[in-house]
């Protein structure tokens, strides 16, 4: 028996209700560690329950950058996720998963108690 690859997708979203503060860049920070802590756990939750669920090793959430242009009062996510591309499971569907991710995020306006920019939403870029 051989063992899947492992396969990489990016996931990049915009949280609106998340203030952008300077240790949000150092990942030894306190507060690095938390959110980045919340959102793998968040990400995990939510594509547990997706088409990918049955092959997701979990997601990372590996930068956190202020919003777009120079807006401190957003932070974007930038996340990669790791599944086992096993033969009898489909391929990824970026698209699909796309829109699963959207719908259960309201329209990309809500992951937990976070607020979502509708538009910022990405899937593998």
């Not at 306190?30 to 049955?54: C, E, H, Q, W």
């Not at 956190?64 to 096993?86: H, I, L, M, N, W």
């Given at each position: 028996?051989?063992?899947?690859?492992?396969?990489?997708?990016?996931?990049?979203?915009?949280?609106?209700?998340?203030?952008?503060?300077?240790?949000?860049e150092n990942p030894d920070s306190a507060r690095?560690?938390?959110?980045?802590?919340?959102?793998?756990?968040?990400?995990?939750?939510?594509?547990?329950?997706?088409?990918?669920?049955?092959?997701?090793?979990?997601?990372?959430?590996?930068?956190?950058?202020?919003?777009?242009?120079?807006?401190?009062?957003?932070?974007?996510?930038?996340?990669?996720?790791?599944?086992?591309?096993e033969p009898w499971a489909a391929p990824l569907?970026?698209?699909?998963?796309?829109?699963?991710?959207?719908?259960?995020?309201?329209?990309?306006?809500?992951?937990?108690?976070?607020?979502?920019?509708k538009d910022s939403l990405y899937v593998n870029?």
């Amino acid at each position: 028996m051989t063992s899947a690859a492992l396969e990489h997708f990016t996931v990049n979203f915009t949280i609106t209700n998340l203030p952008y503060t300077s240790d949000l860049e150092n990942p030894d920070s306190a507060r690095f560690r938390a959110t980045r802590r919340v959102m793998n756990m968040m990400l995990d939750r939510l594509l547990k329950d997706s088409s990918i669920g049955p092959v997701l090793q979990g997601c990372e959430a590996t930068d956190f950058r202020y919003g777009p242009g120079s807006d401190r009062d957003q932070t974007r996510v930038d996340a990669v996720c790791t599944y086992s591309k096993e033969p009898w499971a489909a391929p990824l569907d970026r698209v699909g998963l796309y829109h699963q991710v959207s719908n259960k995020t309201r329209g990309i306006t809500q992951l937990g108690p976070y607020s979502l920019d509708k538009d910022s939403l990405y899937v593998n870029g």
